[in-house]
């Protein structure tokens, strides 16, 4: 990077984010109970079937939910929860510790999860944010690089704002119109009394390319503070103000930098952690023990 260049770093709500976001289990600290029926391994750390049960159960939503689910969901979350116990055991070989403090505040009054369980939350999320996106960052030559790239992506269409009158009788809307065109301050007035829109006929913008065919073709004509003719439409009877036109607009890059920005963070903050969870499954031997599943095991295709 060029000494005058500037250097996003990862921001801390978007940090928090990525950090939630990225395949974090939910419940279910790992059991030592030599007596727990263990269903798999993750290195030498044990993985307890109380303890996976326990996680889908708080995962899908309830224990009805968790026993319907269908193997192939079963065995996607257990794939997730063996991948969080890898972390876990990272997170402790690196020395990341959760506070009590920091376990109560995580729990709020009345929750049921327990102490174990949040404390397995938190371990996985400061070691995601301490250590796997720690140094995060993107180049300002990188978010201008991408922001010429993809213009079109935020450039802003040409747009109408418009007011509407809906009716469901022909009779009624030429009548609307009419006293309209003496009186065009009463348009909220008749929108509020007498339209089926429930907008009240307030102002609202529209890209005009998406209007149907048939508001289109009368919208089109129209100039500012004008009233459009009775339009008929499946939905019933229009009658449309014009109140402004809004050009196709091309954003500058100071108004699409901070999108820009919390995409490729979040994108580079994605390919970081999917390469260090690749790394840790290459250095540790897992294995399952798919008899004592109670679910068919259904392995993941590859892409």
């Known amino acids: 990077m060029k000494p005058d260049d500037k250097s996003t770093k990862i921001p801390a709500l978007a940090l928090l984010l990525l950090a939630n976001g990225m395949a974090c289990g939910t419940a279910g600290s790992p059991s030592r109970d030599p007596k727990a029926e263990v269903i798999a391994h993750v290195g030498e750390r044990p993985v307890a079937r109380h303890d996976f049960d326990a996680f889908l159960v708080a995962t899908l939503g309830g224990e009805g939910d968790a026993a319907a689910a269908e193997a192939e969901l079963k065995s996607r979350l257990l794939d997730q929860y063996l991948d969080d116990e890898l972390l876990v055991a990272a997170a402790v070989d690196a020395g990341v510790r959760v506070s009590d ?20 939350i938190l371990l996985v999320r400061k070691f995601k ?3 796997i996106l720690s140094g995060v960052a993107v180049s300002e030559e990188q978010v201008r690089a991408y922001f010429e790239e993809h213009l079109e992506e935020y450039r802003q269409p040409a747009r109408v704002v418009l007011r509407q009158i ?13 006293v309209l065109m003496q009186s065009p301050e009463k348009f909220e007035e008749m929108a509020e009394t007498r339209s089926l829109a429930p907008d009240g006929g307030k102002p609202y913008p529209l890209e005009e390319a998406l209007l149907p065919e048939t508001l289109h073709r009368a919208v089109e004509k129209l100039k500012e503070g004008e009233l459009s003719e009775v339009v008929q439409d499946p939905q019933g009877y229009f009658i449309l103000k014009l109140e402004d036109r809004q050009p196709e607009k091309a954003p500058t890059f100071e108004e699409a930098r901070q999108r820009i920005e919390l995409k490729l963070l979040q994108d580079s903050g994605q390919k970081k952690y ?24 259904v392995k993941k295709s590859q892409p």
């Open 129 to 131: 944010q301490k250590v």
């Open 274 to 297: 999917g390469e260090f969870l690749a790394d840790l499954r290459g250095k540790t031997k897992i294995t399952i023990e798919e008899g004592k599943l109670g679910f068919s095991y």
């Open 101 to 120: 403090e920091e376990a109560k505040e995580l729990q709020p009054p009345g929750a049921t999860t327990d102490e174990a369980s949040i404390r397995r």
């Open 166 to 178: 809906l009716l469901d009788n022909a009779g009624a809307a030429k009548e609307i119109r009419a």
